[in-house]
């Protein structure tokens, strides 16, 4: 789910059904509900292909029909520019999607690294059955599409399972406290296999306090974590998406590719690592489960 970023503001809130070139089934023409709340479709005026899908009124994943590799949210992008040094270039991968909604990412992913095998899980037990039927996804094997609670989900994957695990969880426009803490991170850390990389999404607002905290817990973890935000919201302005990036593989997040990629990207962003990510986490103390 998506902080309302620059790349989400353009899409209009008509309620005419998009473009279905790839698309499956009928489209809504408003609001559907589901066990959590809401979920609607709504077109991108710019773009006949173009669609956004709310969930709860908040954007939660923008697709483009056509094509799955057009990643709209800038926090996907910076993402997919981590996922595009995972591994042997192009080679499939293993991708654990929790929280998933429209499932724009698992989509390019299934696009861009053919042959790969991904699980998408989603709190919302009706949601996925919807979007199944909406949009033209990557059938199982390929893409797995689960309900349930993603921590509960993740601590039931096998060991070294996982060449990414993302993590893209919000409760309205806040990630719960259970997928924030060191227990949470162990089992992320359990599933990836040696030089897997965990990505996750915090929606925040300086002081950035939240992403500090977080980042604090995943260095405890990983042997490596790198910060990706737009330079304004480091500079301490306005409210958007922090991407924090760990892994036990030293040469992924260091990289002078990694740090021009995201530079360059539409909405260029700036990728904090080593010392500057000491500097970011400050006096920030790890997040851990409540005392049972």
Do not use: K
Not at 206 to 217: I, N, V
């Amino acid at each position: 789910m998506a902080a309302r970023d620059r790349s989400a503001r353009r899409t209009s809130a008509s309620h005419r059904p998009p473009t279905r070139t790839a698309a499956r089934g009928l489209w809504p023409t408003g609001p559907v509900t589901i066990p959590t709340g809401t979920v609607e479709l709504v077109r991108d005026l710019d773009d006949p292909d173009g669609v956004t899908v709310l969930v709860n009124g908040v954007p939660s994943s923008y697709l483009d029909l056509v094509d799955p590799t057009r990643l709209v949210f800038e926090y996907m992008q910076q993402m997919a520019a981590v996922i595009d040094r995972v591994g042997d270039a192009g080679g499939a991968l293993d991708v654990v999607h929790l929280g998933a909604a429209g499932c724009a990412l698992a989509r390019a992913v299934d696009a861009t690294r053919p042959g790969s095998r991904q699980l998408a899980v989603e709190l919302d037990t009706g949601l996925p059955e919807l979007v199944r039927g909406w949009f033209d996804l990557p059938r199982s094997p390929a893409l797995r599409i689960r309900a349930g609670d993603a921590r509960a989900e993740l601590s039931g994957l096998p060991d070294a399972s996982a060449d990414v695990v993302v993590r893209d969880v919000f409760a309205g426009s806040t990630t719960p406290d259970h997928v924030r803490t060191r227990e949470m991170v162990a089992q992320v850390a359990r599933v990836l296999r040696p030089g897997g990389v965990y990505l996750a999404n915090c929606a925040d607002r300086p002081p950035l306090a939240g992403a500090r905290s977080e980042a604090a817990t995943l260095r405890e973890a990983f042997a490596d974590v790198a910060v990706i935000a737009e330079p304004g919201l480091l500079r301490g302005r306005g409210y958007g998406n922090v991407v924090l990036a760990a892994t036990d593989d030293l040469d992924v997040l260091g990289t002078a590719a990694l740090a021009r990629a995201v530079r360059s990207l539409p909405a260029p962003a700036r990728l904090l690592h080593g010392d500057e990510v000491i500097a970011f986490v400050g006096s920030a103390v790890p997040l851990s489960d409540p005392p049972a």
